[in-house]
């Protein structure tokens, strides 16, 4: 999902609306249920590629976007989409970055959850390099965070035939959640928008369309679901 239209201004426009759009409907918005009083709300920080920005829509409709709406969340969760266009964990994309820098800049020790997704933009690299620097990345941000969740979502394919190199880069990235101890989530085997790419994927047949990030942000719903929103200093 490397990024060639479009100039680096503009791309540069484009990261800092996706944050402080996040950031804006988090703290503007007034919940349906009040917060608890003295209770910070969970934060969480997504790390990922332009599949998570909105490209091919836009960064009000990405996911991470989607997810901080949720009535259910509003008041309670802080959303931080650190995602950039083009990159992984070996990857550089916009900036020069990496998932690596994502996490140094925003990942943070009052984070409590981290979600990791991709990236197919490390295919092309040496397996041991993805996997070096997915684990490296992982334990940069657990010592950033000790006790932060981390759910480390791996790049999803549109068939059912996934190319050696995509299935390379799943390997490694899973074996590197292994080695610390992070959850991993496989949406090759798990078959996430497989056998749906017409409505869920654009004309350029790598981002989603609007239906395409409402069926992530359901997805990754139920992955943060599942870690019950307790916070560990509760």
Request: aromatic share 6%; charged share 20%; proline share 8%.
């Amino acid at each position: 999902m490397i990024i060639n239209n479009m100039s680096r201004r503009a791309l540069r426009q484009l990261a800092a609306a996706s944050l402080s759009v996040l950031v804006l409907m988090a703290a503007g918005a007034v919940p349906p249920h009040p917060a608890r009083a003295g209770v910070p709300p969970v934060r969480i920080v997504v790390v990922g590629d332009s599949l998570s920005t909105g490209y091919g829509t836009s960064p009000q409709l990405a996911w991470p976007a989607l997810l901080s709406a949720d009535p259910r969340f509003k008041g309670n969760v802080n959303v931080i989409n650190a995602a950039v266009n083009g990159s992984g964990y070996v990857s550089q994309g916009d900036f020069d970055g990496t998932f690596g820098t994502q996490v140094s800049s925003f990942v943070t020790p009052d984070t409590d959850i981290v979600v990791f997704f991709g990236s197919e933009n490390d295919m092309g690299y040496a397996p041991n390099a993805v996997h070096d620097a997915a684990k490296a990345t992982l334990t940069a941000a657990e010592a950033t965070a000790p006790n932060t969740r981390f759910i480390v979502v791996g790049p999803p394919s549109y068939t059912p035939d996934p190319e050696p190199e995509r299935l390379n880069v799943r390997h490694e990235i899973q074996a590197a959640a292994r080695d610390t101890d992070a959850q991993f989530v496989d949406p090759i085997s798990e078959s996430w928008i497989s056998g749906q790419v017409d409505e869920l994927i654009g004309p350029d047949g790598d981002h989603p369309t609007e239906a395409g990030q409402r069926y992530l942000r359901e997805r990754m719903q139920q992955l943060i679901d599942n870690q019950g929103f307790t916070r560990h200093d509760a």
